[in-house]
Every structure is written in C-alpha cells, then in structure tokens.
C-alpha cells in the first residue's frame, strides 16, 4: 500500500467519507491501537448525559457475556508467551472501565438507585474475576488493569449507596470493599471514604461491623 498516494487521495474526501475510514479504521484496531491513534480526542469529548436504564441494561448484558465466557480466550502459556495479554481480555478490562465510567457520571447526576444498581453488579463481576472464574485470560491479571481512577467510583458508588439504603445494606455493601482495600495497603482509604458518605445510623452500623468482623482501617502503626 503506497501511503503517499493514499493520503492524497484523502485529502480529497468530505467529512463523511473520512468518518467512514475512520470507522472501519477503529472496528479493526486492537484496544492500544485506539488509544495510540484516539487519546488525544478523547481527552476533548464531553460525553452527553448518561440515562441510567439503558446503562443498567448495558451492564447487565455485560454480566451474561462475561459470565458466559465471551471475553475467556486461554492458551498455552509457555517461558516466551506469559506476557501475552489476549485482546478479548483487553477488550474485558476496557468494557469494565467504560462502564463504570458512565455509573460515575450516574451518580454526579443524583440519579442513585441505577448508580447503585450497576456499581454492584459491576462489582460483583470484578470480585468474580478476580476469583478465577474463567471470563478473562492471563497469566496475571487483577482490577489495577481497569481503566480510570479506582478511588472515584468508590466514592461515586458509597455516595449513592449513602443516598438510598439502609445502614445495614450500606454497610454489606461497604464492607467488602474497606477489606479489599486493607488488602491492597489502603491505597484507596476506603473506610475513611464510607465514613464521610454515611449518614448518622450508616456510619454508626458500619463502625460497629467493621469492630465486630476486625476489619483493620488503617495500616500497622511501626514500633
């Protein structure tokens, strides 16, 4: 393919005919691909409002796909091939981190019930994942490879969770994510997070579980 002659003939295109390479340019490109060739626009796209149904039937759909391993594509690992990342896992790691983009953006619009509704489902898959379950493949792979800023959506999700349950829901629902953090050397402050977004009854119930179930909150003071 002679690249000079190509982008010649670009030149000459209108808009549309240019959307249209562009496209079929994008269906065909691996998930680093797009972002060498698209980051810079995506930085400058002020996306329009998230409708929270049809996000929720998006990250339903997700679940089942994964579920039903759409994005597990295993292979033979071997001392020149453990680095691979397969592009459905890729692809898996991308879908996680847009969709719980857009339940972020749920939440800042005060829309908590379906804020609530995909975060846990999301959540729930990412825990599943995270359990071996067989939805993506790799010879490592964790929830630092989805995309974004993990102390956001928590905030996102403990704001709405605050705005619509119960104490005892809230704090079933906070739990496993003040523990995972504690695992993860409080990268997150997790606790401190929940505590900000509980009401009065919320965070009362919510301390006296963390006591009960001796989840530690803050990391080992030296002596």
Known sequence: MNKEHLFAFLKDQKSPALLRFL???????K???????????????????VRGRSL???VQQFQRDSLAGKYYAPFDINSKNYRHIPEETHAWFERMGDLLAESVRLSQQ??????VACFR???????????????????????WMIPGEPKQRITAYLTSLAATATPEDYAAAALPLIRDDSIKSFSNKTYNTAIRA???????HLKSEVQRLEIPTKPKSRT
Not at 31 to 49: E, G, N, S
């Open 23 to 29: 496209e079929t340019a994008y269906d065909v490109m």
């Open 31 to 49: 998930t680093d691909q797009r972002y060498a060739v698209f980051d810079k626009a995506l930085t400058k796209i002020k996306p329009p409002p």
């Open 56 to 58: 929720l039937k998006e």
């Open 110 to 115: 005060g829309d908590h019930v379906q804020a």
């Open 121 to 143: 489902i999301l959540y729930q898959l990412v825990e599943t994942m995270e359990s071996g379950a067989e939805i993506v493949f790799a010879d490592e792979y964790g929830d």
């Open 198 to 204: 509980a009401n009065k009854a919320q965070k009362a």
